[in-house]
C-alpha cells in the first residue's frame, strides 16, 4: 500500500493563476456549464478503465467508487444550471484534456500507469481550483457548494495514485508522476480564451 505521504502530496508543478481566477468569477456561469461535462467525463473515465482493466480487482471496487460520486456531482451542477436558467449544452474544450491524453503511452503497462497519473492529476488540479473558487467566488451559496466538492476531489486523485502505487513500483510511479505534472503545467501555463475549470 502506498504511504500517506504520497496519497496526499499535491503534485501540481505550478498554482493557479490569479488570472485564471479572474476569468472564472467573472464567467460563473459557464464555469458552471463547464463544470457539469467535467463531472460527466470524469465518470466516464473511470468507467473506461474499469472496461479496460476489468480484472484488476482493487482498482474496479475502488473506481466504481468514484464514477458513482463523480455522476452525483454531475447531478448536484446539473441542479445549480437549473436552478439559474442555464440550458444544458456542450463547450468547446480547452487543449488541456487532450494535450494529457497525448501523453498516454500506447503499449501496456505503460498505458495503465500513465491513465492512472493523468486522471489523477486532473483531480488535483480540480481540487485546486474548486477551492479557489470557494473563496473567490462572490456568491456565498455557490461559494458553499464549491466548498464541499473539495474533500471528495482529493480522496479522488489521492485513489488514482495509490492505485498507481498498487500495481507499479514506486519508484517508476514518482518518476512519471513528475514528468507528467511537469506536462500538466505547461499546459496552463497561457490562460485560455475561454473560461474553463481546466484552462
Not at 479572474?22 to 473515465?45: F, M, P, Y
Not at 507499479?168 to 514518482?174: A, E, M, P, Y
Request: charged fraction near 25%.
Amino acid at each position: 500500500m502506498l504511504s500517506s505521504e504520497l496519497s496526499t502530496i499535491n503534485a501540481l508543478k505550478q498554482p493557479t493563476s490569479s488570472a485564471w481566477v479572474e476569468q472564472a468569477v467573472a464567467n460563473l456561469d459557464t464555469i458552471l456549464l463547464d463544470h457539469s461535462q467535467c463531472e460527466r467525463k470524469a465518470a466516464g473515465v473511470a468507467l473506461n478503465m474499469i472496461f479496460r482493466y476489468p480484472s484488476n480487482a482493487k482498482m474496479v471496487r475502488e473506481l466504481t467508487k468514484i464514477a458513482r460520486e463523480e455522476l452525483e456531482h454531475f447531478e448536484l451542477v446539473n441542479q445549480w444550471l437549473e436552478k439559474r436558467g442555464i440550458p444544458l449544452r456542450p463547450l468547446q474544450p480547452p487543449p488541456y484534456g487532450a494535450g494529457l491524453k497525448s501523453q498516454i503511452r500506447s503499449k501496456e503497462p505503460e498505458r495503465f500507469l500513465d491513465s492512472l497519473l493523468i486522471s489523477g492529476l486532473i483531480e488535483a488540479r480540480s481540487h485546486e481550483r474548486l477551492g479557489l473558487l470557494a473563496v473567490h467566488c462572490s456568491e456565498p451559496e455557490l461559494a458553499k457548494f464549491y466548498h464541499s466538492l473539495m474533500a471528495s476531489e482529493a480522496r479522488h486523485y489521492g485513489t488514482y495514485w495509490v492505485l498507481a502505487d498498487t500495481y507499479f513500483d514506486r519508484d517508476l510511479v514518482r518518476q512519471r508522476l513528475d514528468e507528467l505534472a511537469f506536462v500538466e503545467s505547461e499546459l496552463l501555463a497561457t490562460l485560455h480564451r475561454e473560461p474553463r475549470i481546466h484552462s
